[in-house]
């Protein structure tokens, strides 16, 4: 089973509209992290936000924001105001801590986001 | 600058080729890491290790080798037993094993195999 879903291959969004990337997780753990990354074309991974798991409220970080709900096990990237350097793959990716150690961190597929004018 | 450097950025090799992607890091992180990315399936982790002398298969570790002498370096080879080795390699690192810290990644390795 896949531990991260990134269900949305592709996304177009206008610039300076928000919009929103989806990521569910599946994990028995109670105690575990929630990243987001961005991918521009250079290849480079770039972190963007945080959650973890006791975490009660949503984390924010500048334009992004994490909308998560536990319950439903999704913790998906909001971006306000979108800019045309926004256009990049991004990558939701999961450390789950139950079991003493955290060490891996495992990535979804991906969203190819596109910011036109 | 702190950071993290994967040298060479391309690399071609013919096939039954041995390659080793270098990894270095200056930011004193414990963690270090191996991911390879195919298009449409996203990043899939290789190897880790978490200190110095110790690595764990990841994912996909099979015609894959690692060593960890030093804290800063982590070197990955790509072995002849690598049925598919064409692809996108990433090394990252983390400061510490725990469900908080981010993974910090190097600029990427991409190997063609002709």
């Known amino acids: 089973a896949q531990k991260i879903t990134q269900t949305q291959p592709g996304m177009f969004v206008q610039e300076k509209e928000a919009v929103t990337l989806d990521c569910t997780y599946d994990?028995?753990?109670?105690?575990?992290?929630l990243f987001w990354y961005k991918q521009p074309s250079s290849g480079e991974m770039i972190f963007l936000i945080y959650?973890?798991?006791?975490?009660?409220q949503n984390a924010t970080e500048g334009r992004y924001s994490l909308n998560f709900q536990k319950a439903r096990k999704s913790a998906n990237l909001v971006i306000s105001a979108s800019q045309l350097g926004d256009s990049a793959m991004y990558f939701c990716?999961?450390?789950?801590?139950?079991?003493?150690?955290?060490?891996?961190?495992?990535f979804g597929t991906g969203t190819r986001l596109q910011v036109t004018l | 600058d702190g950071g993290i450097t994967q040298s060479p950025k391309y690399l071609f090799r013919k096939e039954g080729q041995n390659v080793t992607l270098s990894c270095e890091q200056n930011?004193?992180?414990?963690?270090m890491y191996w991911y390879r990315q195919d298009p449409g399936q996203g990043l899939r982790l290789i190897y880790y290790?978490?200190?110095?002398?110790?690595?764990q298969k990841g994912d996909i570790a099979e015609g894959y080798s690692v060593s960890r002498e030093k804290k800063e370096s982590f070197p990955l080879t790509v072995t002849s037993a690598q049925k598919n080795p064409t692809a996108f390699y990433l090394c990252?690192?983390?400061?510490?094993?725990?469900?908080?810290?981010?993974?910090?990644f190097g600029q990427g390795t991409r190997l063609t195999v002709v």
């Open positions: 990252a690192s983390s400061l510490r094993v725990r469900i908080h810290t981010e993974a910090f």
């Open positions: 994990t028995s753990d109670q105690s575990y992290g």
């Open positions: 959650q973890g798991s006791y975490d009660e």
């Open positions: 990716a999961m450390r789950e801590g139950d079991t003493g150690t955290a060490s891996k961190l495992t």
């Open positions: 930011l004193n992180h414990d963690a």
């Open positions: 290790s978490q200190i110095v002398n110790d690595f």
